[in-house]
């Protein structure tokens, strides 16, 4: 076997062998990770928030001076599962709000109150103490 007929033959292994794993992969559906599927969900939902009150309020629902940066969880996101995703629960607000709020949480509790009423937080802390399990359906 000369040269150029051993490296023909190569070649035409190589191209059968990535032909097989085109079949291969394009057959088997990828999965997102459960980590991926949360951090897509999140995100999704910081963005709707953000297009709400941008274009309802414009400026931050806490202290309503800054300009909306971020998505601000009125109850804390690690705090309820239940809560971290609802609509209700997410507000826009200025990065100044979101970094005070870690340090002063009562503070900003009472202000949430005040700000969004009584009946309206109780009902949000209620739904957060509901215990609830998200598997991939869910996300």
């Not at 085109?22 to 963005?47: D, F, G, M, Q, Y």
């Not at 629960?89 to 005070?100: D, E, T």
Request: aromatic content about 10%; some cysteine.
């Amino acid at each position: 076997m000369d040269i150029k007929t051993y490296f023909a033959r190569k070649k035409e292994r190589k191209a059968k062998n990535m032909a097989k794993r085109k079949i291969v992969w394009s057959a088997r559906p990828i999965k997102a990770t459960l980590p991926e599927l949360r951090e897509k969900l999140e995100n999704i939902t910081h963005l709707i928030v953000k297009l709400r009150d941008k274009s309802l309020y414009g400026v931050c629902r806490i202290c309503r001076e800054n300009p909306i940066t971020l998505a601000y969880h009125l109850i804390p996101a690690g705090q309820s599962l239940n809560t971290r995703y609802d609509l209700d629960n997410i507000v826009g607000a200025c990065l100044r709000c979101n970094g005070a709020e870690h340090y002063a949480r009562s503070d900003y509790a009472f202000r949430h109150n005040s700000i969004f009423g009584l009946k309206y937080m109780d009902e949000l802390y209620r739904r957060a103490k509901i215990k609830v399990k998200w598997g991939r359906e869910d996300f």
